[in-house]
């Protein structure tokens, strides 16, 4: 069974910093390309940021770049994500996902194309 966990949430003033992590489990994570996304109240889920199985290949919504950074450790089977200066638009439940991509520097950027995803973590920025 296919687990993905999120951790790392919080609430945090404006210009703060929060890391968030993902923890796998019940698949081969570097056959799987991962993903962060959020959702606001009464929003649609956004894409926030996504990393090739490799992680040498990235692609940030333009909202985020230059602030937020995503990592992974395959050996470890986790993907993180800072968050720097964040602000009180930032604030959502972030998810991760992942996906089954058959080249190492695929990314995915919609929430459709995800195969598995996690149950959420809250953040919120104040400001």
């Known amino acids: 069974q296919v687990q993905l966990v999120e951790s790392g949430g919080g609430l945090v003033q404006a210009g703060g910093s929060l890391r968030l992590s993902c923890a796998a489990s019940?698949?081969?994570?570097?056959?799987?390309?991962m993903g962060w996304f959020r959702q606001a109240p009464g929003k649609e889920r956004e894409f926030v940021v996504a990393?090739?199985?490799?992680?040498?290949?990235?692609r940030y919504a333009d909202s985020v770049k230059g602030r937020f950074t995503i990592s992974r450790d395959n050996a470890k089977n986790t993907v993180s994500l800072q968050m720097n200066s964040l602000k009180p638009e930032d604030t959502a439940v972030y998810y991760c996902?992942?996906?089954?991509?058959?080249?190492?520097?695929?990314?995915?950027?919609?929430?459709?194309?995800?195969?598995?995803w996690g149950q959420g973590t809250q953040v919120t920025v104040s400001s």
């Open positions: 996902a992942a996906v089954y991509v058959s080249l190492s520097e695929a990314v995915r950027t919609a929430p459709g194309n995800y195969d598995y």
């Open positions: 990393i090739s199985r490799s992680g040498s290949t990235t």
């Open positions: 019940g698949l081969t994570f570097s056959r799987y390309a």
